[in-house]
């Protein structure tokens, strides 16, 4: 397909965002405008929507260079730049437009359609949630995040005459060498304990921060807080508390069956640290491609299988070196799918080294950049803003509906089993880590006075009890002490992870029903994706064809399900 930017209506179409005065004259005159008929409302929503694309595309590239080069002081201080000077800025005149929109008498006319419903309900909660003390604070807490990705990005480590990224050398970890990978695990070990006391000291300044942030809007602490601003209208804290037990009671000890199976067949007691990634049986570690291009090719064919639309849209996104895969020395940990809504077409950022998870990564940033394709011909730029419970709906959906085509990636029949058995249990796997990160954070902000040893403690109790009890920590405790040191989550976007868990319950259900009626259910999964966030959360679902639950008995009839296709395998 061939995308072109919109012709823009309001902003002049050769503005660059250099500074606040670039931008200060179309915020005026949205606050100052007069609005005396329905059709004046609507030409002054859509010109505040354009407004909001535009800046939030010129953020989103300021991060995506930044992110791809860290070791580049004029990328982070092109970035370092719009949260401290232009973004508090932006802040209050948001407020005042916001409280423009909710006095203008229109609202009712439009609040009809489900979408604006949806719409005006986030701003409503924004203008409840805005304190102009924060504002600064808010910009602190952005650029000291910033700090995790600089610092889990200088970490590398010196292996055969090589220098290798953490995620490089951590795919060492799988080789059937032991010895192999005692070295690697020791090396990499060393070099994180460097950094434990800086990301102690960061977490503590973010913590303070943000703990005050939730004060000043009469919270009585960040995690109440961060419920409101992150749009949780569906779900309450009780929610989440219900999914953590479910998930114990439920998943915990299917993943012990597991895990203790792969212990016998290593012929061991116990597990040790190095030994958790490696295929029990000593099959060498799967290497479903050798560089990006590879992994981009037969992603594009495994799409074009699933749908011709799915393949088109990353084809575009490559057409338009909206890419960039290969881990390389410099560029920031993990993985991203940044939403462009200005163009349209997403970014997507990842560190591949040619593993399994680096293909499972792949089209997990492809259902969300899909997702970003099929919404973007919505009106207005806040439909388009989905929640984190959809938008990981879209990308965890994609990773088990490509299953069926990883024959791509895999001639061999048993290697194609062996990836679709570890993803399986990998799914297992990840929910006990997804409940422990959230129940931890919960923790965190709840008793945001504690000290670094008590919150140690707390991690560790958090541990044994999501935990299988099958790794030998001896000699290594202060690993697994700092393990969530690990979680980019933690110290750049708090609470933004047990939507994960959720997404991950309402994705199984969609490859369930693909299995009974592929077709039916790839057409409910686009239906879904189109609505972007113009319904409620649960509503979305529905239209997926799935529940939005996560009860004891409804992540047992799902974990069922997982267990009967492993058998299969």
Not at 63 to 76: G, Q, V
Request: proline fraction near 3%.
């Amino acid at each position: 397909m061939t995308i072109n930017k919109p012709i823009r209506q309001f902003v002049a179409q050769d503005l660059k965002i250099e500074n606040w005065d670039s931008i200060s004259v179309y915020f005026k005159d949205l606050a100052e405008r007069d609005i005396n008929s329905i059709e004046d409302f609507k030409i002054w929503l859509k010109d505040n929507s354009e407004l909001e694309a535009i800046i939030e595309e010129d953020a989103a590239w300021r991060y995506i260079k930044m992110t791809i080069n860290t070791k580049d002081e004029a990328l982070s201080k092109a970035y370092t730049l719009f949260v401290s000077e232009i973004q508090p800025q932006i802040a209050p005149l948001e407020d005042t437009i916001n409280r423009k929109l909710n006095s203008i008498e229109f609202t009712k006319e439009l609040e009809s359609d489900p979408a604006y419903h949806i719409l005006f309900r986030g701003i409503r909660k924004a203008l409840e949630l805005y304190h102009k003390e924060n504002i600064q604070l808010i910009s602190e807490v952005a650029t000291e995040s910033q700090k995790f990705g600089s610092l889990a990005a200088a970490q590398s480590i010196e292996h055969d005459g090589e220098t290798l990224t953490i995620q490089k050398a951590s795919s060492l970890l799988k080789e059937t060498d032991e010895g192999l990978r005692e070295t690697v695990f020791n090396k990499i070990s060393t070099r994180r304990r460097q950094d434990t006391h800086s990301f102690d000291e960061l977490f503590d300044t973010l913590l303070k921060k943000r703990h005050q942030i939730a004060v000043n809007a009469g919270f009585k602490n960040f995690r109440d807080y961060k419920m409101e601003t992150l749009g949780r209208f569906d779900y309450s804290v009780q929610d989440c508390y219900d999914f953590h037990s479910s998930v114990k009671q439920v998943i915990v000890p299917i993943v012990r069956k597991i895990q203790q199976e792969r212990l016998n067949l290593l012929g061991k007691d116990k597990f040790m640290p190095w030994d958790t990634q490696v295929d029990p049986e000593g099959k060498a570690p799967l290497k479903p491609f050798s560089n990006g291009k590879e992994l981009l090719d037969g992603t594009v064919n495994m799409f074009n299988e699933i749908d011709p639309y799915f393949g088109d849209c990353l084809s575009t996104m490559n057409k338009m070196n909206h890419l960039d895969l290969e881990s390389k020395d410099g560029k920031s940990p993990g993985g991203y799918n940044y939403p462009l809504y200005e163009i349209g077409v997403p970014f997507i950022f990842m560190n591949a080294v040619g593993s399994q998870q680096d293909l499972v990564t792949m089209v997990h940033e492809g259902g969300h950049a899909i997702h970003s394709f099929m919404s973007r011909d919505l009106e207005l730029t806040g439909f388009k803003d989905v929640p984190s419970e959809v938008a990981e709906l879209a990308s965890m959906s994609m990773e088990l509906l490509s299953m069926e085509k990883w024959g791509e990636f895999y001639i061999n029949e048993d290697d194609l089993k062996r990836a679709k058995k570890e993803q399986l249990e990998s799914i297992l796997k990840i929910l006990p880590w997804i409940a422990q990160v959230d129940e931890f954070q919960h923790w965190l902000y709840e008793e945001y006075n504690h000290t670094t040893e008590e919150r140690t403690h707390k991690w560790v109790s958090l541990c044994k009890e999501y935990g299988t009890g099958l790794t030998d920590w001896t000699g290594n405790e202060d690993l697994l002490e700092t393990s969530w040191q690990r979680q980019l989550h933690i110290f750049e976007v708090p609470f933004y992870y047990i939507e994960y868990g959720i997404s991950q319950l309402g994705a199984l259900g969609i490859w369930k029903n693909s299995l009974e009626n592929k077709a039916l259910a790839i057409e409910q999964y686009k239906s879904a994706l189109k609505l972007a966030y113009t319904r409620s959360i649960p509503e979305i679902y529905n239209v997926a064809g799935v529940k939005f639950n996560f009860t004891i008995s409804h992540i047992k009839s799902l974990a069922d399900f997982i267990e009967i296709q492993l058998e299969k395998l």
